[in-house]
């Protein structure tokens, strides 16, 4: 299967619910949004075990084109996360879009993409 696309939620004067535009992560093959400045990953984790999100990198580094490192955050169980807005260095060069995958927990974790 492929990533599931997130769609973006604008949030305007009125604000929005996370909860109230989540979907559901794709657990086994990840979820991928286009990338902006101004988007943050809201992670709800209603499972009984924590979950580990792992945001991609594909950005290297220096003549050698050295990786830079994932970034990796964890989201207790029962409980819920806005991840902070994700840099350039995130955006696959392919399609602009950030990818982003999941550990830990078996069920029960939604997913939405603010642009704030």
């Excluded at 009125?14 to 979820?31: E, K």
């Excluded at 949004?33 to 943050?40: I, K, Q, V």
Aim: proline share 7%.
């Amino acid at each position: 299967m492929a990533r599931t696309a997130i769609t973006i939620t604008a949030l305007g004067t009125a604000g929005a619910s996370p909860s109230g535009v989540a979907v559901a992560a794709q657990l086994t093959d990840g979820n991928s949004f286009p990338w902006a400045p101004s988007r943050h990953l809201f992670v709800a984790n209603a499972a009984a075990t924590p979950l580990t999100v792992t945001v991609q990198t594909p950005a290297t580094v220096g003549p050698q084109a050295r990786a830079v490192a994932d970034a990796t955050y964890t989201v207790a169980a029962s409980t819920n996360r806005l991840l902070p807005a994700l840099g350039t260095e995130f955006r696959r060069p392919s399609d602009g879009a950030v990818w982003v995958n999941y550990s830990g927990a078996a069920a029960s974790v939604t997913v939405s993409v603010l642009d704030m």
